[in-house]
């Protein structure tokens, strides 16, 4: 494509009158999008936008609020951009020319000397847009965050590539389709926001239980926040220890075990590890108090005292992911602190923060603007919509989880390809409202874990600095959730013996990366290393994946094999099966 898009000099009657059409339709689905909504008392969708932080007033309490305003800026970024570009040369700098942007990669936007002056002018406005951050004086760390976070979203939603008119695929779709993609996006974005979220994954390929998180296993035991899996042996012998893995309550546990060949379950079992998994309770009323205590006490130290009894064992292999990792370094604080500390032979850490001073962009979304906004969405039943905390996590990466599918789903009007991974991130759970708030007060921003006797379990202070459990690390190098500079904290803590793995990818893809993939890297530096960067300069690189690592680690602690015998076995011990896995409490919303 080196011209632009051949147009009729002239349009013909017919050609308006299809145009016409195309107007028509698109007019009478939205009327009858809003008499349905109207219908079942929806509100409208708010165009007001989400308080960041600095100053704004709170989103309005729908689930699109923060879609909404995407669309705002959307609607109003031809003039925006024209008044910008008024007064900017396009003339690409070397760094420019080379810069690889998948927004950018079809042929048209460089054959095409319009849409190139376009693109080229567009980087280089965000340039100087992102680099005003850095320049301002007079402002604190924090505000000068909160900046360049704001900055960038802003950015990446003005980018041409949003905008059917300045995106050149779009104008060819369209003149190919004669309007049809444009009604097709529009009807997906009225989906959208009748179902509260934006569409990441073709829809009706995914099932829990079906094509996803099947593992062979049973539910033995239930209680009002969490089931616990135990999974089926694999093996004629397994390790005697068993592993009890504690997954984030902001997610459902199956993003390790996804597709058998992603399966990090799957791969525990194949490799002789006797398995345990808690599968948490989505919030509803009847959780809407649940505390700190409760997932501590009643869920974390409650399945692990359960899995200890069933298999008579001294203790377990602990994994905690992200959110459960945090809760249990205060768990084995508070195990240290009543001389129980055996009940854990080891503990693992995915992606999970303890020290709160380097949080990462999420530290933005704690000041008193979120706060007030987190009241009045939960006043009512004590709880918070999951798709709210989905909206933020996208956020954080708004060019690939928000633009990039309102581009290919309303302007193409194509369906996004079907991702397992994708249909999990969409598959969101609520959070009881009072701890989310204690979580974001106490921990993201007042990081209390960190100071000794800061928080408490049960009435008593806990320190984890006294933490003497033998610890496996695990930080995504590109992790935008928990930054590895936040992860590595925990070796500045905890007082026993400790493994530090630096992986390839980020908070997800660098955990779920099966070995046969044979994908990105991880570094281990086996010298003493007091910071990440020394840790960095002096680590050793190695192709694939992490996991064959922590096994070998993981029998180091405790190699002792049994046979895949009794108890072992899902429902032969004094714990009946109650029903198969993946069980209820993961498909509930």
């Known amino acids: 494509m080196t011209d632009q898009p051949e147009t009729s000099a002239i349009p013909s009657l017919e050609d308006w009158q299809h145009w016409t059409l195309v107007m028509g339709r698109a007019q009478q689905m939205l009327m009858e999008f809003w008499a349905e909504q109207m219908k079942a008392g929806q509100p409208m969708p708010s165009w007001s936008q989400p308080a960041f932080g600095f100053g704004e007033q709170p989103a309005a309490s729908d689930p699109m609020a923060l879609m909404s305003a995407g669309a705002q800026a959307w609607a109003k970024g031809l003039e925006t951009w024209g008044k910008m570009l008024g007064g900017v040369t396009a003339t690409p700098s070397p760094e420019e020319k080379e810069r690889k942007d998948r927004r950018f990669a079809a042929p048209e936007w460089r054959e095409n000397p319009i849409f190139d002056t376009i693109r080229q002018t567009y980087l280089r406005v965000s340039d100087q ?49 004669r309007g049809e993609n444009l009604l097709k996006g529009l009807a997906n974005m009225l989906n959208d926001i009748a179902a509260g979220q934006l569409t990441q994954t073709k829809p009706g390929v995914f099932e829990v239980g079906r094509n996803l998180a099947t593992t062979p296993g049973k539910v033995v035991k239930q209680t009002p ?99 459960a990792g945090t809760t249990l370094a205060a768990a084995l604080a508070y195990l240290q602190t009543r001389g129980e500390a055996n009940k854990v032979k080891s503990a693992t850490f995915l992606t999970a923060q303890v020290d709160f001073a380097e949080a990462g962009d999420l530290k933005l979304f704690t000041g008193p603007e979120t706060m007030g906004l987190l009241d009045q969405l939960t006043k009512e039943k004590g709880y918070l919509d999951g798709r709210y905390m989905a909206a933020t996590f996208n956020l954080l990466r708004g060019r690939d989880l928000i633009w990039s599918y309102v581009v290919n789903n309303y302007l193409l009007g194509d369906e996004p390809a079907p991702f397992d991974l994708l249909y999990w991130n969409s598959d969101t759970t609520n959070l009881p409202a009072g701890w989310h708030r204690a979580y974001l007060e106490d921990l993201y921003k007042g990081n209390k874990l960190a100071e000794k006797g800061g928080i408490t379990v049960a009435g008593t202070p806990v320190d984890i600095d006294q933490v003497t459990t033998p610890t496996y690390v695990q930080a995504g190098r590109e992790d935008h959730i928990a930054p590895p500079q936040s992860v590595w904290k925990i070796m500045n803590h905890f007082a026993g013996p400790k493994r530090f793995v630096l992986a390839g990818s980020g908070h997800i893809a660098g955990v779920v990366n099966p070995p046969a993939a044979q994908k990105y890297q991880y570094w281990i530096n086996d010298r003493p290393c007091c910071t990440l960067d020394s840790f960095i300069d002096g680590a050793k690189e190695h192709k694939g994946s992490w996991w064959p690592d922590w096994l070998a680690w993981l029998k180091k602690q405790d190699g002792e094999m049994v046979r895949a015998e009794g108890a072992r076995v899902p429902g032969k011990g004094k714990l009946r099966a109650l029903e198969d896995a993946p069980g209820t409490y993961v498909k509930s919303r």
């Open 225 to 323: 926040l969490y089931q616990l899996i135990q999974y089926t042996p694999a093996t004629d012998q397994v390790m005697k220890t068993p592993v009890l893995i504690f997954p984030p309550w902001i997610n459902r546990f199956y993003i390790l075990d996804l597709s058998p060949e992603k399966s990090f379950v799957k791969w525990c079992v194949d490799n002789g590890v006797t398995l345990f998994m808690v599968s948490w309770k989505s919030a509803d009323e009847s959780i809407a108090d649940a505390s700190l205590d409760d997932y501590v006490l009643n869920g974390q130290l409650d399945a692990i005292d359960t899995v200890r009894d069933l298999l008579r064992v001294e203790g377990v292999h602990a994994i905690g992911y992200c959110v």
């Open 129 to 177: 847009l992102l680099g005003t951050a850095d320049q301002i004086e007079g402002i604190d760390a924090d505000t000068r965050e909160r900046l360049r976070f704001a900055t960038r979203s802003f950015v990446d939603a003005m980018s041409p590539s949003n905008f059917a008119l300045t995106n050149p695929q779009v104008l060819k779709r369209t003149l190919e389709t």
